[in-house]
């Protein structure tokens, strides 16, 4: 009987610690399953907080955040509209080009090579895979000549392609006399429709204001100065003209302040063109015109919509002399392969034939022909000999 009742209780012992060891089991797991919940939590909230903290810090709406690596936000029918506005676009770039700066080669986090900085912080970066000089906090910077004297000409066009992204900031482009003064400049707001320019800062102040339409994404900013004259547009719209300044520019600079150890401004495609001559007087002249602001997307031959300035005088022209009959020719740079650079010539060609006769000009008159990479008028070595290269002439037939 003892011998039975021993057993029971070493069993009901034994029972009792197994039931306590799983018990002690059961409640491990659950702290560590609920542990393991709460540090999720924990990650869920802090990612919630970091992406509060960085759509307030950027501006971003319905948290799409934008930087130097992402898409920019479009909006087509805002940019629909914007190109249909082109129509009236009278902008025309300088002749002869004295600085461009594709940025092509240049490495990314790297100070843009064909810039010398002033003040503040200047990289490459990239948008949509293509290089672009990123302004970071407070900076100036300024083309990189090879003659340390060189000095604007008489007459110049200047042209460059901004990404606004919605960030807080401004930026703005500062003509110097010879003493290194600011006698004028362009002010724009990347958070606002807001465009200034202002003229005879040493002397008499002056200013000028207007908007424009600052959709999220690329923005075309170009200006020419006409020995004592000034005409800026940002995209279609002339928002200053400005017919007398009492000083001559000499020297430029570009400038952004945003916030600190921050991009706040993008820009790329940067051209200054020297003077500019009618067509007219160049066809009379050569019997051909040569283009350099009919410009197309990369690798493609859809027309940018700035071109129209160009088309616009070509248009008028063959309106007011009906006799007059092109061979539209198109050339492109060495760089990538030759035989798709002679289909790309063609095509681009043939666009610009299409626009025209979609404008009103009988086909009739007008004739397409590409020659790639075959003609070239300058070095391929420079940015500047490539940007000579790449171009549209206008034939007399």
Request: charged share 30%; aromatic share 10%; hydrophobic share 35%.
């Amino acid at each position: 009987m003892k011998k039975y009742l021993i057993i029971t209780l070493i069993l009901f012992s034994a029972n009792l610690n197994s039931q306590s060891i799983i018990q002690r089991v059961g409640n491990r797991v659950k702290e560590k399953v609920e542990q393991k919940i709460e540090n999720k939590a924990d990650e869920a909230t802090d990612k919630i907080i970091d992406k509060t903290e960085n759509s307030v810090k950027k501006g971003a709406k319905k948290n799409n955040e934008i930087s130097s690596t992402d898409k920019p936000v479009q909006n087509s029918e805002m940019q629909q509209n914007s190109q249909l506005s082109y129509s009236k676009y009278d902008f025309v770039p300088g002749a002869e080009v004295i600085f461009e700066d594709d940025l092509k080669n240049e490495q990314k986090g790297e100070f843009p090579s064909r810039w010398d900085l002033i003040e503040g912080s200047a990289e490459i970066a990239q948008i949509d895979g293509e290089n672009v000089i990123a302004f970071v906090g407070y900076t100036y910077i300024t083309p990189l000549f090879k003659e340390k004297t060189f000095l604007l000409p008489d007459e110049f066009t200047l042209e460059f392609d901004l990404f606004l992204d919605g960030n807080e900031g401004e930026s703005a482009v500062e003509f110097l006399n010879a003493n290194g003064d600011v006698i004028a400049n362009s002010l724009f707001w990347k958070d606002n429709q807001r465009f200034l320019f202002n003229w005879n800062l040493t002397s008499e102040e002056r200013s000028a204001e207007d908007t424009f339409d600052n959709f999220p994404g690329w923005h075309h900013y170009a200006l020419s100065f006409n020995k004592r004259a000034f005409k800026v547009y940002m995209d279609a719209k002339r928002v200053a003209n400005i017919p007398n300044v009492t000083e001559r520019p000499v020297k430029l600079r570009l400038f952004a302040r945003g916030e600190e150890d921050k991009s706040s401004f993008h820009i790329k495609n940067i051209r200054l063109a020297k003077g500019a001559v009618p067509l007219y007087d160049k066809l009379m002249t050569n019997g051909r015109i040569i283009t350099y602001g009919i410009t197309f997307d990369t690798g493609k031959s859809t027309i940018k919509p700035h071109s129209m300035g160009v088309i616009n005088e070509i248009f008028a022209m063959l309106q007011k002399y009906p006799e007059l009959k092109f061979s539209v020719e198109g050339h492109t740079d060495n760089t990538g392969n030759a035989s798709l650079n002679q289909t790309l010539s063609e095509s681009r060609a043939k666009a610009v034939c299409e626009k025209l006769v979609e404008m009103g000009i009988s086909s009739d008159r007008l004739s397409s022909k590409g020659y790639g990479m075959s003609n070239p008028i300058d070095s391929n070595q420079t940015s500047e000999g490539r940007a000579k290269n790449r171009r549209v002439e206008f034939v007399k037939r």
